[in-house]
């Protein structure tokens, strides 16, 4: 089972950036996703996540408004679409499948990672 994160860059206060994340080796549609990331000298926090099925879904209160996470199952790929990029966004944002079919909002509900992409906001 493979995760591979990408989209990520360097962009100015206001601008956006769409994070993609492609699975390989294991039935995607089976499982929820989400979205993390790790700012230097932070914990790891949940961005975003979403079930299976793409109904339900979970934001941080952070990001709420700004980011949007979507799935395509046909594609086994999932998005993070960022809005409105602020300086504490900057982080390391890492992918993950989760261990059941829901969109779980905590990091000890996924069990397979991704390798993170760099996402860096200048103010």
């Known amino acids: 089972v493979q995760l591979q994160a990408s989209g990520g860059g360097l962009v100015q206060a206001g601008g956006s950036l769409r994070l993609s994340c492609a699975a390989s080796g294991r039935t995607f549609s089976n499982y929820g996703m989400g979205w993390f990331r790790q700012a230097p000298g932070k914990d790891r926090e949940t961005v975003a996540a979403i079930s299976w099925s793409g109904r339900s879904i979970f934001y941080a209160d952070s990001v709420k408004g700004r980011f949007t996470i979507s799935r395509d199952n046909a594609k086994n790929t999932v998005y993070l679409q960022m809005n409105v990029l602020k300086p504490e966004d900057t982080a390391v944002y890492y992918c993950?499948?989760?261990?059941?079919?829901?969109?779980?909002?905590?990091?000890?509900?996924?069990?397979?990672w991704g390798q993170g992409t760099l996402v860096t906001v200048s103010s």
């Open positions: 993950a499948s989760g261990r059941t079919a829901a969109a779980g909002s905590q990091i000890w509900e996924y069990n397979v």
